[in-house]
């Protein structure tokens, strides 16, 4: 069983900065990549950005130059820096890992957090 833990959202003005976390716990032996997606308000989920276990990012056009991604492989821990937050910011973000299970057939499975709320208004 594997379990991501999302925290940090919550209410920022148009501007301002946040900080997200994602802890992810239980039976795997490595995480390959991991992300964050949004879902607003009568909008499907998108991509916000995503890193891979070698460190290689990528960032929805909305958000680059913006917001940064960055893993702790050591913490099992995803990271997501949301500066100069625009109202369109506001969602649900979820954290994503894809979890590998080594054996002689290994096996990766996409796993979802609960989901953190970030608004961004005045």
């Known amino acids: 069983q594997v379990q991501l833990v999302e925290s940090g959202g919550g209410l920022v003005q148009p501007g301002g900065s946040l900080g997200l976390s994602c802890v992810v716990s239980?039976?795997?032996?490595?995480?390959?990549?991991m992300g964050w997606y949004r879902q607003a308000p009568g909008k499907q989920r998108e991509l916000v950005a995503s890193?891979?276990?070698?460190?290689?990012?990528n960032y929805a056009d909305s958000v680059k130059g913006r917001f940064t991604i960055s893993r702790d492989n050591a913490k099992n821990t995803v990271y997501l820096q949301m500066n100069s937050l625009k109202r369109e910011g506001t969602a649900v973000y979820y954290c994503?890992?894809?979890?590998?299970?080594?054996?002689?057939?290994?096996?990766?499975?996409?796993?979802w957090g609960q989901g953190t709320n970030v608004a961004v208004a005045s």
């Open positions: 890193v891979t276990s070698g460190g290689s990012t």
């Open positions: 994503n890992a894809n979890v590998l299970r080594a054996g002689l057939v290994p096996y990766a499975y996409d796993y």
């Open positions: 239980g039976r795997f032996d490595s995480i390959r990549a």
